[in-house]
Structures are given as C-alpha cells and as structure tokens.
C-alpha cells in the first residue's frame, strides 16, 4: 500500500493544460474517486500516475519517494479499465496468470509453478470466480469479466489501484451489485484506490472523498457529504444531486428603496431577490458581500410548501410548468413567479396534486440556503455556513 501525493500536476497538450495545477494528498488505504463531467482530464491524472502519459509540470510522489521519472512497471500500480483488456484467446486462468509468468522469478521451475497457481485460486476464490477458471473471455457475462480483470490486477498485489471507469459496461443492475462488491473488496484489501467516474452515484457510495473536476482544475475535493452539502462553487452545487441543485442569479433589493441594509430598515420585510424570491434578513451580510447580483442555490429536494417550514430562510413564488410522477415522489419543473428565465425543479410529495401553471409558494430552511457569488461562482461565506460549523462543533 502506498499513500500518494500529487502537488501542481499538470499535463499540456500544446499550449493547453488539459489538466491545471491540481494538489491532492491521499492516505495509504484511501478510496479517492475523480468526478467530473467528459474531457475534464480525469483519465489524464490517471494515467500521469500510472506513468502512461509524461508529467508536463508538477509533482507525483509515492510514499514521499518523487515518481515523475520513475517507468510504469517500477510504480507496482494495478489497473482496471472499462473495456478490461483481457486476451481473448486466454482462459480466465491465463488471463490472471499472465503478468505473473513474465516477472523474472528464483526458484525451481516446479515451484514456481505451484506458486503462481496458488495465487490465481486465492484471487480466483477472494473474486467469487473460481468455476470461470477455464473459461475464455466471451463465454463470460460484463460483470464476470470485468471480476477477471480485477483479478488481473489484484493478482500482483499492487501498493495503489487505479480505475478507469471499470462499470461503465455493465447495465444498470449488474453495475450496483459489481459496486458494492467493489465496496466490499476494498473494505477487505484496503489498497489505496483512484477510481474515475463521470456518475456521482458510484462517487459518493464507493469514495472516502471524492474530488470534483472540471476543465482540467480539482474545484473541490472533500467527503461525499461536504461535496452534497456545501459545495464549494456553483458547478459543483449543479453537478451533484439528481436533479443537481437550482441556481438563481438575481438582484437584491432591499426593503424602503435602500441599497443596503441599515437603518430604518423594517426587519420582518426580510431582503428581495428579483420579483419572487424573500430572504430572511439574516442573510443581509452574505447579500452585501456579493454585490448587486447573487446566485442563490437550493436544492429541488430542500424546497417544500411553505406551511411545512417552521422557520422558513428563503420562501420562492414557483410556477409549475410540468411534472413528472415517479412513484415515491414527483419532479414539478417551471419558473420563478412570472418569468420565463429562471427556470428551477422541485421535488414534491407523490401525492401532491400539482397543477400546470399553478403558482405555489416555497419555503427552505437555513441549512439549505447557499449563495455563490454571481461572477466567479465561488461559495459565499453566509448563515448557512455557520449553522454546519456549529453542528460538527457540538
Ligand atoms: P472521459 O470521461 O470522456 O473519459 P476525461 O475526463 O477522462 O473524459 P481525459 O481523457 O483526461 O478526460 O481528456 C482530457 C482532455 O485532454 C480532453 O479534452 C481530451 O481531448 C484531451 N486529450 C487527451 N489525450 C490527448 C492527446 N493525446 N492529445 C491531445 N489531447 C488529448
């Protein structure tokens, strides 16, 4: 096992970094997943890592030893891809074997032999895959295979696992259970894994932390609950959560014709965004640090009919548009109050009785507010901040 860490690594392909100065430091036996949308540069830092593609700037340290120079086979990294690469004219057996029979080896031929057999039934029975030892390839459904692939790269014993969307064959049933089996596998080996993905399901269930890319950059990396709960900018506020989290950019407008609070501001009135959102004054220094525009964030899963928030923070006039029953709930999509430019989704009760072009009025608590700043997109400090600091504190 070996710990990893990775200071302003970037890879250029002519004048463009593909991947910008990314920092991350993983603990030995760490699951690290790298989430991101297609072409942010995930495979990229993979393969820097496993020494398949040159380092054009920055450095790549295993266990505090530099790697940047070192050849892949000196790196003792197992891999896993999504096609997985096995030779198809092999039986599953040579398949594990293969990589073993071209190592140089002491001992008498016999022995070696024997050694290289007992290590493909440890795998084979850690893998659940014992009775495929005669198998080829094409004889095997996607999950068996994509098994004899982790075999294949577990049979070397590797200090670090490096996955390359390794589900992405199979449907959607075979996909959870070779997750969870994953999940399991690790929880038994503790190898420190790299694991790309562009499905923030298998990120946030297989992950320690995960780390958030996009064009190139790490714009977060944290546990998978820090990711969902306090996203660190606006892209990834969008990217996690299924639907991801609505993003209004408004203008503030405070009470009495004022530009700011102060005084002779009337409390109760609360702080106007555009036409229809109503915030809680306590937001006043959040809104003042963000300027004439902000982008207020609240997911569809955190807004409710405003009689079931005691003390609501935001409370939104919402136009339902459309909607979508899906059994244990429903997704009403539509607009902010009378406009057609923001549009938000909402997630309801399956029983609500929603109706197109009704106006209903939403409400969010604290915690459930976020705002970023309209420009950069960058997360503002603000109530709902503290509030989570407070709680982890207690
Ligand atoms: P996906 O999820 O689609 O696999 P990714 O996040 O893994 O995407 P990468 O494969 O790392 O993305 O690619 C990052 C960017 O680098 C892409 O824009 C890609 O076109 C570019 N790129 C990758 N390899 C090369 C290459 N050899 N030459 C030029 N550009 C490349």
Redesign the pocket.
């Known amino acids: 096992m070996a710990s990893i860490r990775i200071a302003g690594l970037t890879k250029s392909?002519g004048a463009k970094a593909?991947v910008d100065e990314v920092d991350l430091d993983i603990d030995d036996g760490e699951f690290i997943v790298l989430l991101?949308p297609?072409?942010?540069?995930?495979?990229?830092v993979l393969r820097m890592i496993a020494g398949l593609e040159q380092i054009s700037g920055g450095k790549l340290f295993f266990d505090e030893k530099l790697m940047n120079s070192e050849p892949p086979d000196r790196r003792n990294v197992g891999m896993v891809f999504q096609n997985y690469a096995l030779y198809p004219h092999m039986t599953v057996e040579k398949n594990l074997s293969f990589g073993l029979g071209s190592r140089p080896r002491v001992g008498s031929r016999a022995s070696a032999k024997q050694e290289i057999r007992s290590k493909v039934a440890d795998v084979a029975k850690l893998l659940d895959i014992e009775h495929l030892l005669e198998h080829r390839p094409k004889q095997l459904s996607g999950g068996q295979r994509q098994r004899v692939a982790l075999g294949r790269a577990l049979i070397r014993k590797p200090s670090v696992f490096l996955m390359d969307e390794p589900l992405s064959n199979l449907d959607a049933n075979l996909r959870e259970k070779v997750r969870m089996e994953l999940a399991k596998l690790h929880d038994q080996l503790a190898i420190t894994t790299i694991f790309?993905t562009?499905d923030q399901v298998e990120a946030l269930t297989l992950a320690d932390r995960v780390v958030v890319m996009n064009q190139g950059k790490a714009l977060q990396i944290g546990t998978p609950s820090e990711i969902y709960s306090s996203p660190a900018d606006s892209f990834v506020a969008h990217f996690i959560g299924t639907p991801g989290m609505n993003l209004w950019t408004l203008p503030c407008r405070y009470p009495n014709g004022l530009s700011a609070p102060g005084d002779g501001i009337d409390d109760s009135l609360g702080v106007q965004l555009g036409g229809s959102v109503t915030l809680a004054t306590e937001f006043s220094d959040v809104l003042d640090e963000a300027g004439e525009l902000v982008t207020l964030g609240i997911r569809p899963e955190h807004l409710r009919p405003v009689e079931e928030i005691k003390s609501p923070a935001a409370m939104i006039d919402f136009r339902i548009e459309s909607f979508e029953q899906l059994g244990s709930h429903q997704l009403a999509y539509g607009y902010l109050g009378t406009s057609d430019k923001e549009p938000g989704v909402v997630q309801l009760d399956a029983k609500y009785r929603c109706r197109r072009g009704e106006h209903v009025t939403l409400a969010a608590g604290f915690d459930d507010v976020h705002f970023f700043a309209a420009d950069s997109g960058k997360r503002l400090s603000g109530p709902n901040i503290l509030h989570l600091d407070i709680r982890v504190n207690a």
């Open positions: 392909f593909v991101g297609s072409g942010c540069g995930k495979t990229t790309v562009h």
